[in-house]
Every structure is written in structure tokens, then in C-alpha cells.
């Protein structure tokens, strides 16, 4: 148990990378505060997750209530070319018929809601409606973070501090160590409807992927409960944003009017929400860890949501975390080498899924075209769609991509300088 002044781990931020890295921590009886700025549960976008949640959540405890939620099952994603031809479904149950090789579309604020309440129910102390807004050092080690609720201030010691705070990214902006990727700095516009087209079976829950008719642009296709289905447009910063209306609205129906494929699903559908924008920049962290503290999901860096990986690598980042950090606390060791242990495994993964990302930007690139020049990595492709990159070897896939992709070595720093 804690002292009245400290715990052995602090986590800001309750997203679904906070959430596990405090309960795993939890289990394996740490003494651990979880704090989470917003006092309600907020809508967010992310709704799809990728297969290879299945093991976190297990890990967990997560999936009898998962399996008991309306979150509707997904079991595919499918593709729609410029010129409206669709891709033949990727069934993640192809390559794997275990129960693993579906997953769930998720209201996030039910989600994320969920995953707190778990957390506390495993020994969490939650506390909604508090702030980070000090992380306190002892020369260059985290000892403590000072935390705000209510209008008044509080230090609180610790041994560990974890920054989960997503793309606010509390430590990596404070210390200089985030690098946006410049090839990838996107922008989408969302919404929900209802009544919209939905599959059936199998295909009901189905993540669905349309590019637009000029191939400047993609949607995304979500069925969520209750009829809903989130719908959102992204692409280039310098294409949705340069030189066209302010009007988050104008814009969506805009991209909207070149997706035929689109307009055909929301026939007679109604549109229940406000059109909104975010920013959708990669970036990462030039560092997982330091004496003292650790990033983990969005704290640590995102990539662009083509893939829906953002809960993925929010969770398994979470996951790798707190073993290194249970690792570190029981060895006595919080030294950046200790807590950093698990950083090579979490790159490799993120390395595996980032080289399919820049293939689908490429304007060469195309599903139908690659499978046929490499029909033998079909199964491997899935296996990366599905988030198997920390399960299954994906070699074969990625040096098939090589002709089309290239990882740029450098990238540039939030202030604009190459790094």
C-alpha cells in the first residue's frame, strides 16, 4: 500500500494507455495513482480496434466485458480504390481461426470508461478530474509530479512516473523530444450518422476504407451501436486545409461529393453529429524513458490512423511499460537502461506497422496489385492488419514492400528544425 504522501507509481492520463500500464501494475501489487484530467467520459475518435487487442485485454481481465457490451463485432477491413472497386474483404479468421481474430467497434467514451473502472476494480486508485501540472525532478530523476483538482494543488511522491497524457504529451514537449513526421502531417474531419448502410454477418462490423475519386483524400467507415456509424474524411494538411473554407462542414461535404462509393452506404441515413476536425500528425518520442519516469501510447508518439493502430499500440505500449516498470521497481532500478527495456520491442513493432502505412500513401501502391506480385504474403498482410507484429514474424511482407516504400531516416522537430 502507499504512503499518505506517495504511491509507487503515478500514471497521468486515463486512455487506454494509462488504464493498462496502472492495472497490470496494479495486479502484480504496486501501489499505484491513476489521474485523468476530464471528470466525465469524453467521445473520441479511434473506435476500431485492431485483433491483436485481444491478448491485452485478456491480460486484463477485459474480455467477459467486452464480450457483454453492444460494441459490435469486427472481423474484416475492406478497401475501395479512387475508382470505387473494392478489394475482396481481408477476414482476419484467414489466418488464424481463434477467437483472437475478431475484435470490437467501440464507443470510446464507453470504452475508455470501462477500462477505469476495471483499474479500480484491480486496486487502482482513480481519480477523475485532476491534472498534471508539474513533473517534480531531483536533478534529472522523476521523483514526484504535482497534481491539480479542485483549484488547489497537491505533490505527491513517487518512484515512477508514467505520462500518459496522449497527444498533450506532457513530458516529451517539456523536454524537446518529439519528431513530427513531415510526409505525414494529416488532418480529418468526422461525424456520425445513423440508418447508414450496414453488412450483414460476418460483414456487419466490418471497418470499411474508401478513397476518394482524385486519391487526395480517404474516408473511414465505422459501424458503432445503436445504428451509428462514424465517418470520417482525412488527408494532406496542404490539401484539405490550404486554400479552402474554415468550415469543418464545407469541407467533409466537399470530400464527400468525390466518394461515390460513400454517398451510395449513407443513402437515407441521418447525420447526428456536428462535424468535427483534428489534427492527425505522426510523431514520435526520441526516447520511451528516463530516470525516474516513462511514455507510453500517444505520450510516446501516433501513427496516421489508416490502420486504426492508436488503441493497439495505446494498450500493448502500455503493456511492455508496466512489465519493464514492475521489472525495474522490483530489481530496485529506475534508471532510464531499466525502465527503457521494453522501447526496441515497442520500435520494432511500431517500425513494422509505419513501413504499410507509407505504402498506402504511396499513389503506386494498390492491395490488389501487390497481393498479385506477392501472393504468398496475403497471410502476413493480415497478420499485420490484425496488429500481429509482436506475435508473428511479418519479415517476408516487409521486404516485399521495400520496392515500394521508403522510411525517411530524418524527421523534423515540433519548432521546425530537421532532426
Not at 506517495?6 to 502484480?28: E, H, W, Y
Not at 494532406?236 to 468525390?258: H, I, N
Request: some cysteine; charged content about 25%.
Amino acid at each position: 500500500m502507499s504512503s499518505p504522501n506517495g504511491f509507487d507509481v503515478i500514471v497521468a492520463g486515463g486512455g487506454p494507455a494509462g488504464a493498462t500500464t496502472a492495472t497490470l501494475l496494479a495486479q502484480r501489487g504496486h501501489s499505484v495513482l491513476l489521474i485523468e484530467r476530464s471528470s466525465e467520459p469524453q467521445e473520441k475518435v479511434g473506435e476500431s480496434l485492431m485483433p491483436a487487442t485481444y491478448w491485452t485485454l485478456e491480460r486484463l481481465g477485459m474480455l467477459d466485458k467486452m464480450r457483454a457490451s453492444a460494441f459490435p463485432e469486427k472481423g474484416s477491413v475492406q478497401f475501395y480504390a479512387p475508382d470505387g472497386r473494392s478489394t475482396t474483404p481481408f477476414y482476419f479468421k484467414e489466418v488464424d481461426p481463434h477467437e483472437s481474430s475478431h475484435t470490437w467497434q467501440v464507443l470510446r467514451s464507453e470504452f475508455d470508461q470501462m477500462l477505469l473502472d476495471n483499474a479500480a476494480e484491480q486496486g487502482v486508485e482513480v481519480r477523475r478530474g485532476t491534472s498534471l501540472r508539474e513533473v517534480i525532478f531531483d536533478a534529472d530523476r522523476a521523483i514526484g509530479a504535482r497534481l491539480r483538482s479542485d483549484g488547489e494543488e497537491i505533490d505527491l511522491a513517487c518512484r515512477v512516473l508514467v505520462d500518459a497524457t496522449g497527444q498533450s504529451h506532457f513530458l516529451s514537449s517539456k523536454r524537446g523530444l518529439r519528431k513530427i513526421e513531415t510526409r505525414l502531417k494529416h488532418m480529418s474531419y468526422f461525424t456520425r450518422y445513423r440508418g447508414a448502410e450496414r453488412g450483414e454477418g460476418i460483414d456487419e462490423g466490418a471497418t470499411v476504407i474508401l478513397h476518394t475519386e482524385n486519391g487526395k483524400s480517404w474516408f473511414w467507415y465505422i459501424p458503432l451501436p445503436d445504428d451509428q456509424v462514424s465517418v470520417g474524411v482525412v488527408g494532406p494538411v496542404d490539401y484539405l486545409v490550404k486554400g479552402r473554407a474554415s468550415d469543418p462542414e464545407q469541407v467533409f461535404l466537399e470530400e464527400l461529393e468525390r466518394c461515390a462509393a460513400l454517398r451510395k452506404k449513407l443513402i437515407g441515413a441521418e447525420r447526428i453529429k456536428p462535424i468535427r476536425a483534428t489534427r492527425d500528425f505522426s510523431y514520435h518520442s526520441t526516447q520511451a524513458a528516463g530516470d525516474g519516469w516513462v511514455l507510453v501510447g500517444d505520450a510516446f508518439g501516433f501513427i496516421d490512423p489508416i490502420y486504426s493502430s492508436g488503441v493497439f499500440l495505446a494498450l500493448k505500449s502500455g503493456e511492455l511499460a508496466a512489465d519493464a516498470i514492475h521489472e525495474a521497481l522490483a530489481a530496485g532500478d529506475i534508471s532510464r537502461v531499466a525502465l527503457s527495456s521494453f522501447e526496441p520491442e515497442l520500435r520494432a513493432g511500431v517500425k513494422a506497422l509505419r513501413k504499410l502505412v507509407y505504402a498506402f500513401y504511396d499513389p503506386d501502391f494498390h492491395f490488389a496489385k501487390f497481393l498479385q506480385q506477392h501472393p504468398d504474403c496475403r497471410g502476413q498482410l493480415i497478420d499485420l492488419l490484425m496488429g500481429n507484429v509482436f506475435r508473428k514474424p511479418v519479415d517476408e511482407l516487409m521486404a516485399a514492400l521495400d520496392q515500394w516504400v521508403t522510411l525517411p531516416e530524418q524527421t523534423v522537430e515540433a519548432g521546425g528544425r530537421a532532426g
